[in-house]
């Protein structure tokens, strides 16, 4: 009942979350040059599309706009791309892949450029796998790239073509560019979009930048939790020491380590969530199998997990999102783990609980990225594995609170 009601959950957010978050606001303009707002699949794609993903409705049917099709398209407040029929060097880029020739190898294509940075001066990127190229143009002027080529002058020595520096020299002018200002640039995002961000404020032009994919974000949370517990035994051979212990709650205590992947939205991290897990219970009940008494049985079981696990996020809006988890747990145990059973307080059985490795699944929701909710679901293997005759049912769902350190 508690696997179904689980799953239940996780498909219930699943297809909620998706639902919401796939497909964003945004807009494309035909070869006619009519703007049509609609709902694009933001893909996050490392390398430059060639098509992509839209509905004109949330609840339409998915369709795909081309090269052929269309001239832009964008999500709102996130990326825009643009059609153009560019010159761009086709140099291999790889090392043992370099040609002897400084000049760049120029083939004429049309392609969605992704937009950087937008004013007088228009920054655009292109990429390809290792290919990377960037281009630009003022005002309405034509786009060019900005030339950047490695190459070799002999078996084991290279040189780079760094003619986008003097392109930028000349075609971007201000005071404040000096030389060596110029000389220091390299041929990446980050230096690239500073330079124009620069050219166009000292033009008294604003500048819209795009941001560049993200790095991924690491941090780190506590996360105390209150654990709704049960515990049976069984043996198969001794009917009298068969025992269900009330279910109970226990409070514990987690800090978690969390990595978003820049990947995806970042929709995927890694996580690793040490937690200290106490469990501590008796129950006494009558015998009617062997000597007439009262048999009692208790349980010391404290151990750490050390869940490591995989989380994927549904973004809802820019505050909020759920995310579901699965980790795979090794617990570290203690040499006072036990369970020990007692007829009319004399001493009857004990028995030494052995931890093992096993699994999580979990639901939750994130707030600001501060404040953080789930329901983590934990079925442990047979912690009396190692006595014979004997079996063990181990269920616990976890209420975690979380809070962001930094």
């Keep these: 009942m508690k696997h179904h009601l689980l799953c239940s959950l996780l498909v219930f957010f699943s297809i909620r979350a998706f639902s919401q978050i796939t497909f964003e606001q945004g807009y494309y ?19 430059s599309p060639s098509e992509f993903k839209y509905k004109h409705r949330l609840e339409g049917d998915v369709k795909t706009g081309t090269l052929e099709s269309v001239k832009e398209f964008g999500i709102y407040n996130s990326f825009k791309y643009i059609k153009r029929t560019v010159a761009i060097d086709v140099s291999k880029v790889s090392l ?15 392609l969605f450029l992704k ?23 003022k005002m309405n002027d034509p786009i060019t790239q900005l030339i950047y080529k490695t ?8 040189q780079d073509n760094n003619e986008f520096k003097e392109q930028l020299r000349i075609n971007l002018t201000c005071p404040d560019f000096t030389i060596e200002k110029i000389r220091k640039l390299e041929y990446n995002q980050k230096d690239l979009s500073a330079f124009f961000v620069a050219y166009n404020s000292c033009q008294n032009s604003t500048s819209t930048v795009y941001k560049r994919q993200s790095r991924g974000e690491f941090s780190i949370n506590l996360r105390p939790r209150l654990n ?8 198969t051979f001794n009917d009298f020491k068969e025992t ?6 226990n409070p514990s205590f987690g800090i978690e380590t969390e990595f978003v992947f820049p990947i995806n939205k970042n929709k995927w991290a890694l996580f690793f969530e040490p937690t200290y897990h106490s469990y501590k219970t008796e ?16 349980v010391n079981y404290v151990s750490v997990e050390l869940p490591i696990g995989v989380r994927h996020y549904f973004h809802l809006n820019p505050k909020s999102k759920l995310f579901l988890n699965t980790a795979f747990i090794y617990e570290v145990g203690t040499k006072k783990d036990y369970i020990e059973f007692k007829l009319n307080g004399a001493d009857l059985r004990g028995m030494h609980i ?13 707030y600001h990225n501060k404040y953080s909710f789930e329901i983590r679901y934990i079925e442990k293997g047979n912690v009396l594995e190692s006595y014979q005759n004997w079996t063990s049912s181990y269920n616990s769902w976890s209420f975690i609170f979380g809070y962001n350190l930094f």
Excluded: M
């Design 228 to 235: 709704f517990s049960s515990f049976e035994i069984d043996n």
């Design 29 to 47: 303009i035909d070869n006619t040059g009519n703007k049509i707002e609609c709902y694009i699949k933001n893909s996050d794609w490392k390398n």
């Design 115 to 137: 937009v950087l940075v937008e004013g007088n001066a228009n920054l655009f990127s292109y990429v390809d796998g290792k290919l990377r190229r960037y281009f630009f143009n």
């Design 151 to 158: 190459f070799k002058v002999s078996e084991y020595k290279t």
């Design 96 to 110: 043992e892949n370099l040609d002897y020739n400084r000049s760049p190898i120029l083939e004429t294509k049309e």
């Design 354 to 366: 052995i931890s093992y490795a096993n699994f999580a699944l979990g639901a939750g929701f994130k």
């Design 244 to 249: 269900e212990f009330d279910s109970q709650f």
């Design 283 to 298: 129950k006494t009940y009558e015998s009617t199998s062997v000597t007439s008494g009262n048999i009692t049985a208790k």
